[in-house]
């Protein structure tokens, strides 16, 4: 249970709740455990009046009426106290399942965009739901059962051990068997739920890249293929799911064979003492009452046993996450306005999961105001530089200054509050479309969204929609055209009203006739703002104050349109290929 004492805190904090439930639960089974002693009495009491007379038929009719009425009482009484620990017990699982949620899910945001890089999405769900439920359950019904169990046994052997201690040493031989059988299938349990968690994540993310890729999927006509593999994959789950279900099934015959057994002593041993006058027929039944009683919480140790094995594995997949400290860190909190004037100095990053080197010791300085436009191939490093101005990676060597202050000691958060970004893949959220833009500002008014979308050549298709800026796009807004999406990114960036605004290759989706629109309206707004375009198009480059050419992750060149022109290197030979491309 190595894995699991990383949840001793939540115990800590619910420490009086848990309290109160064990308290109640004392109580509830100490009144369970008066019973077989009630009866007991009643049946000594008849046995007493049937063999000498030594009591009257009255008096006996008075003792047993008022014992059914105590067992009534008692009865209800448990089961009242029974309700309550319910509610204490169950009742923290349920808060501690949504800490232990919140605590994933702001590690979840912690981590860096590498760890996103490395794991699947469907593996990172099934962690934050099917784990979780799994670990609920070991603060839940675990504990609660356990409670029972250790209560029963111990109230309950101790008032056996009181009534007949030979009796009681014979009725535990069975006991030792029960403690070697649980242990080795606890192992086993252990090892197999461990694999099938691990389907599960397996089924998750299969079916999670399904939904995503449906377009894809149906327009290579692979159905059939696609169905083949969730099948060979579901076979396999419910393979692994069979083998841990065999394993469990053990259990709860194993128990009650025992239980059976301790039955079966009780009456041959108490009948031989019966027999010889050493006890009397109260004691027998209430033994095999005791027994009984102690048949569920013997039983139960199943699968309290499966329960914690299975909250083990989960828990320990969850720990995976949890202990994995974030590469991107926030080194201070201090208040930070940024005024927007960058710079690279010697800079190379390697991604360490490709061991690609996408920047190779490049240096440039962009003032604050200024328009930089960023030009190359495709794998040219241009989106690198982004990622190093956002802080979504560090550099390997070198050093990114904002403000002439090294990046990685600035407030992170402020730095990023202060950045409008527009992706490459604009991603939309299943909201609706002035939600979308309002991501960019939580405050703005109707008209500041609306003048976004304009600023974005975005306004006029939204008002053609049936519901306008209320519209509600589809899963990462599918329902718009890739243009619309782009203008749309636009917008939200646009409305944050930053310091520093970065379009990354934002315009690919866009016809010119837009592009030029989007750009000229860009011209204004990015007045005083330090501005990256990212682009392979020289249309959306050529009025910037600086361009850079990347080729390999190194700057080929660098100047205005014009000096850049006058080289007649590689920027000039784009500029000719697109405008005879115009042209024709």
Known sequence: MKALQYLNKYFIKYKWRLFIGIIITVLSKLLSLKIPEIIKNSLNIVEDYISNKTVSLEEVKHELLVNILIIIGITLLAGFFTFLMRQTIIVVSRLIEFDIKNEIYQQYQRLSVNFYNKNRTGDLMNRISEDVSKV??????????????????????????????????????????????????????????????????????????????????????????????????????????IDLSKVQALFFPLMILLIGISNIIVLYVGGKQYIAGDIKIGVIAEFILYVNILTWPVAIVGWVTSIIQQAEASQLRINEFLQQIPEIKNPNSDPLKINGSISFNNVTLTYDDTNITALNNISFKVKQGETIAIMGKTGSGKSSIVNLITRMYDTTTGTVYIDNKPVNELNLDAVRSQIGFVPQDPFLFSDTIENNIKFGKNDATEEEIIEAAKNAVIHDNIINFSKGYKTVLGERGVTLSGGQKQRTSIARAIIKDPKILIFDDCLSAVDTETEEKILSNLEKVSKNKTTFIISHRVSSAKNADKIIILDDGKIAEQGTHNQLIALNGPYKNLYDKQLLEKEI
């Open 136 to 241: 609920r359950m070991y603060f839940g019904p675990a504990i609660m059962y356990s409670l029972n169990m250790i209560v029963l046994f111990v109230i309950g052997f101790s008032k056996m051990i009181k009534t007949d201690l030979e009796l009681t040493m014979y009725t535990l031989l069975p006991f030792p068997i029960l403690s070697i059988s649980i242990f080795l299938l606890s192992r086993q349990i252990n090892k197999k739920t461990t694999i099938v968690q691990q389907y599960l994540s397996k089924l998750t993310t299969f079916n999670q890249e399904f939904f995503s890729g449906i377009n894809v999927v149906k327009s290579y006509v692979t159905e059939d293929t696609v169905i083949t593999n969730f099948n060979t994959l579901s076979e396999e789950a419910k393979d692994k799911n």
